[in-house]
Every structure is written in structure tokens, then in C-alpha cells.
């Protein structure tokens, strides 16, 4: 019996660790497939062009992007007449032609990009992508505003991280976030190189107007432009960032100086500000005074933020915006173009849309004044109902505390007896207070009160019905209240 006993318990244990090691087992090999093995291969392709198609229909879309009540009614809800509701499908998600090195000299087909950063400028929408296998060249695709349509792809010297881009209307200026030899960079593009460059013509990158190594920044995280200046941000992901300014002179290029590093001087561009922002910060943008920074980590949920007063020397920190909305996870740079915020993801990208998350593939447009109304107007509800459920609570705790203390024997006796004649006052508000509270069905009646009852022909033929009243002997002038109880 004994034996027999043991075998059971150890055949259960067996059949528990086993189970523990499949769990264990799946769970690992899921997370390493999402997490690690998609960002390392590339899907086949039989396209030899860079795909427009998106992953989701206009309908599919809507329904999804409904979890998002703000950026929801601001985007899909509040344009009228505007094509696919002012989104622009991102090019290249399937497959992008691009190089496979510099000096490839043929083109090669992508279809691991990831959309990173955006720029608006009067006529076109530009995207920046890298390859997430670091096989291919980096591209940034070439939108047409008002049509919607696809342009070219332009293919980048290298493979950089390209997190962000940045266009000068004076100059008419592509600035694009790079890196070289383990330098944070800010590279610009002339709009006259982006119009003549076809990658057929040579199968060779396109050429950048300035280059410059921007030494006071680790690495270019994003970037955006305002008022002659360009600013170049930091990311990090458990501490806070940095954002830099630089001028922009004369010429259209950074105002530059020189630098020592390792024993040798290098030219870089001069920063003439510095200020603090929060940890995993990946863009920015200003409208006006104003300064929205996109935040986002993995596929945990994005947000917007938008703080007052943007100055250089400062310390931004989340507990100080005057706004803050939750987002799709995966945001990565925010671009504001005549009142009009535009956001890019990068959760459509092959290593990332199988994860448990709405995979956004179209650029989203939002009037900043709409999404502002909106967040205002979700905030007062939200506040009007905090405060009323408040309200609830402390009434019924209130309700319920003096319910205890009329079941006390000795509260209770003097309510209904002794209470009337000698604190009156108190009496009337305890029984207002209790009939207000408890319903009528359930009320018990005070010595001062008298049961409603149906007038009756014959009251002595219902001799229940007639109210009795208890007799109560006032004190003498000799007697306390304390003895007269």
C-alpha cells in the first residue's frame, strides 16, 4: 500500500515538472520568436519595387484605432472630406528598393524596414526607414501631400539608425538624424538633390549638402526645426534625455567649431542651449510657445505630451505637462505642419506586427486644436465623475455611521424615548437625517411621527390602525435626566 502511494505522488510530480517544462518551454520560444528571431531574418519576396500596400483596409483600421477615443475622434471622425481621413499609407512595409552596401551597384530588395522618422514640407511628406537586419541601406520615402501618393525612395549613404528628419522651408533642407564611425551626426539633403535623384540612374546613394558631427550629444536620437535653429534629442530608456540647439547660419549649415577628441581636433556643430527631458522621449515638435514630446517603450502604450512655456536651460518633467494622452504603442517622431500634428509608428514593420498590439501603418494627422479640445473635454468627465463618485462614497459612510449609532442600545433608547423632550433640536435632526436616508418601505417610525395610515369609516373597527402614543412622565424639578432614566 505504502509503495503503491509513493508511485502515485511521484508519477503526479513527474507529470507536473513536465507540464512546468512545456509552459516554460513555449513561453520562451514564443518570446524569442516575436522578440529576437523576426528582427533577424527577412520574409521572400517575389516584389521587385517598393510596395504601397497597407496591412490593414480603411475599415479594418477604423475599428481597431477605436480603443484611442481622442486621437480617435480628432483623426478618423473630425476630418471631413479628406482622403483615406488625412492618413497616408507607409510605403515599403512588404518591401522597399533600396541597396545592399554602397557599393552594391544593383538594387536589392528590403522587407525587414522600420519606419522611424517624419518631415512635412509644402509639397511632400518624407518617412525614414532602416533595415532591421542592418543588410540594407537606410531610405527615406518621398510622399506626394496632396495626392497621397507615392513618389521614389532615396537611398542613404550607409545603414543608420535614421531616427528622425527635419525640413527647413528657407533653405529647403532635408535634415536627417545619421551617425558615422560612432559619431552622432546631422546631415542635410537639398530639395533640388531630392527631386533629380532616381536610384535607377547609377544604383548609388544619394549625396548629402552638409555633414556634420555633433560631438556634445551622444547620439541623434530625433531632431526638429524652428526659427532658424535646429534641435537634436537624446534617447534613453531608464534616465533622462538631453535636447541640444543649434543655430542655423547664413549659409543653411549648423554653426560649427572645434573640438578635441581622443588627442585630435574635429570640426562640430556648436550647441547654444541644453535642456532635460524625460527618459524614453522619442521626438519632438513645438507649436508656438508650446512643446509636444512623443514617448514610447517596446509595446507598452505611447503618449503625447505637451508642456507650456517651451524654453532652452529647462528641466521637463511628465508631472509638469499641462496635457498627456495615451497612444498606440511604438510612436516614434511627431512633426507639426500649419496647426496640423502629424505621428509615425513603427509597430507595422515586419520584426514587430505579429506582437500583441495594433499594428498602426498609416500616418496619422490630427488638427492640434481638435486633439486639444478632446483631451480637455475627456478630462472634465473624468474629473466631473471623480467627484461625484466622492461625493457617494462619503455620503454612504456618513449614512453608514450614524446607522451604527442608532443600533447602539443606549443611543438608540434615548433617540426614541428620552430624546424628544429633553434635546430636541438633536432629536429633530437625527430623524430628519435617518427618514431622508432610509427608504419609506423600511422606515421605522419615531415617537414624534406617526405611521401614514388609510382614513377608515369606523376607526374602532380597526383598532391597528389607530396610533398609540407612549407615555412619557416629564422630569420633576428635584430630578435629573440621569435618574429619570
Not at 518570446?31 to 479594418?60: C, H
Not at 484605432?65 to 512595409?93: R, W
Amino acid at each position: 500500500m505504502y509503495f503503491s502511494m509513493s508511485q502515485r505522488i511521484f508519477r503526479r510530480i513527474k507529470l507536473a515538472l513536465l507540464a512546468l517544462f512545456v509552459v516554460l518551454f513555449l513561453g520562451t520560444g514564443y518570446i524569442y520568436y516575436e522578440f529576437t528571431y523576426r528582427g533577424e531574418i527577412e520574409p521572400k519576396t517575389k516584389a521587385f519595387v517598393t510596395s504601397t500596400d497597407p496591412l490593414w483596409s480603411m475599415e479594418e483600421f477604423r475599428k481597431g484605432f477605436k480603443q484611442y477615443k481622442q486621437l480617435y475622434q480628432a483623426s478618423m471622425v473630425a476630418p471631413k472630406g479628406e482622403k483615406d481621413n488625412g492618413t497616408y499609407v507607409i510605403p515599403g512595409l512588404h518591401s522597399t528598393k533600396t541597396l545592399a552596401g554602397n557599393n552594391a551597384h544593383r538594387a536589392s530588395i528590403c522587407t525587414s524596414m522600420t519606419p522611424q522618422g517624419i518631415a512635412v514640407s509644402h509639397q511632400y511628406i518624407f518617412v525614414s526607414s532602416y533595415c532591421h537586419t542592418k543588410t540594407h541601406n537606410s531610405v527615406i520615402y518621398v510622399i506626394d501631400k496632396k495626392s497621397h501618393k507615392f513618389v521614389k525612395e532615396l537611398v542613404l549613404p550607409g545603414k543608420p539608425h535614421v531616427g528622425s528628419l527635419a525640413y527647413d522651408e528657407e533653405f529647403d533642407n532635408l535634415w536627417v538624424c545619421g551617425s558615422g564611425k560612432g559619431l552622432a551626426q546631422a546631415n542635410a539633403i537639398s530639395l533640388s538633390t531630392i527631386e533629380s535623384y532616381s536610384l535607377e540612374a547609377g544604383y548609388v546613394p544619394i549625396s548629402y549638402k552638409f555633414q556634420n558631427n555633433v560631438l556634445e550629444i551622444k547620439r541623434s536620437s530625433f531632431m526638429t526645426y524652428m526659427d532658424h535653429h535646429i534641435y537634436i534629442g537624446f534617447f534613453h530608456t531608464t534616465q533622462n534625455g538631453v535636447l541640444k540647439k543649434y543655430h542655423v547660419e547664413s549659409n543653411g549649415n549648423l554653426y560649427r567649431s572645434m573640438f578635441e577628441l581622443n588627442g585630435m581636433n574635429m570640426e562640430s556643430g556648436l550647441a547654444i542651449s541644453s535642456a532635460v527631458i524625460p527618459k524614453q522621449t522619442q521626438g519632438m515638435a513645438f507649436y508656438y510657445d508650446k512643446l509636444f514630446l512623443s514617448q514610447s517603450l517596446g509595446i507598452l502604450p505611447s503618449r503625447l505630451v505637451l508642456f507650456d512655456d517651451a524654453k532652452p536651460n529647462k528641466t521637463y518633467q511628465n508631472e509638469a505637462a499641462m496635457l498627456s494622452v495615451k497612444l498606440p504603442s511604438m510612436l516614434e517622431q511627431v512633426y507639426i505642419y500649419n496647426d496640423e500634428l502629424y505621428m509615425i509608428f513603427e509597430s507595422a514593420a515586419f520584426a514587430y506586427r505579429d506582437l500583441p498590439t495594433f499594428s498602426v501603418d498609416r500616418i496619422i494627422k490630427v488638427d492640434v486644436s481638435e486633439l486639444k479640445r478632446l483631451i480637455n473635454e475627456d478630462l472634465q468627465e473624468q474629473r466631473a465623475l471623480q467627484k461625484q463618485e466622492l461625493k457617494t462614497m462619503k455620503e454612504k459612510r456618513k449614512t453608514e455611521r450614524w446607522r451604527q449609532l442608532s443600533d447602539l442600545p443606549w443611543i438608540s433608547h434615548r433617540i426614541q424615548l428620552y430624546t424628544p423632550q429633553l434635546l430636541p433640536k438633536k432629536q429633530g435632526f437625527f430623524s430628519r437625517y435617518l427618514q431622508k436616508k432610509t427608504p419609506k418601505s423600511s422606515r421605522i417610525p419615531t415617537p414624534t411621527e406617526t405611521p401614514a395610515k388609510k382614513p377608515v369609516e369606523n376607526p374602532v373597527a380597526n383598532p391597528i390602525e389607530t396610533p398609540t402614543e407612549i407615555p412619557i412622565e416629564p422630569p420633576t424639578e428635584n430630578t435629573s435626566p440621569e435618574e429619570s432614566l
